[in-house]
């Protein structure tokens, strides 16, 4: 066995898998190379620290991104291009609504108040100079929330 056929196998070597014959080959070729021996040393190193590693803290997405990207399994994504896609999606947004604004006015010309604003203003008015009773009074939102589905739904009725 050469040295690079060792080396591919390195990971089967060191975790006892594959067939013995391999495994007995590998360890004949280290017992007469020096470099080999050598550089399966470092390796077991390297991988029983970051088993120490990795067992100690519980691994984040950052980490796995940050180590695939040093051994160039993975190509970093610039933030820049995520920034200028999300400016443009955001400039395209605001330009749509601007249009539309600008559609509708034209569309819709500008009106006197509407008679449903008049006419809640002027109820209003004589509900505060007390001209008009109060149907129901209370300080809960959520009992005001209560009567006033309960008349909405009470109107449906009759109607």
């Avoid at 066995?1 to 390195?10: A, F, G, P």
């Avoid at 100690?56 to 190509?75: H, I």
């Avoid at 108040?113 to 002027?122: E, K, P, Y």
Wanted: aromatic share 10%.
């Amino acid at each position: 066995m050469n040295c690079r056929e060792s080396r591919q196998h390195w990971n089967l070597y060191h975790d006892s898998e594959k067939d013995a014959g391999l495994h007995f080959r590998i360890g004949e070729h280290l017992a007469v190379c020096p470099q080999c021996a050598e550089w399966f040393q470092q390796q077991s190193r390297l991988e029983y620290m970051l088993v120490e590693n990795i067992a100690v803290r519980r691994p984040t997405a950052e980490l796995w991104d940050r180590v695939l990207a040093q051994t160039q399994l993975l190509k970093p994504v610039p933030a820049r291009r995520w920034f200028l896609f999300s400016f443009s999606g955001a400039l395209a947004c605001a330009a749509g609504i601007l249009i539309a604004i600008v559609l509708l006015r034209h569309a819709f010309p500008s009106q006197p108040i509407s008679d449903l604003t008049a006419i809640t203003t002027t109820f209003h008015h004589r509900l505060a100079g007390g001209d008009e009773p109060l149907q129901f009074r209370s300080r809960s939102d959520l009992e005001v929330d209560n009567y006033l589905l309960w008349k909405t739904w009470s109107m449906q009725l009759t109607n």
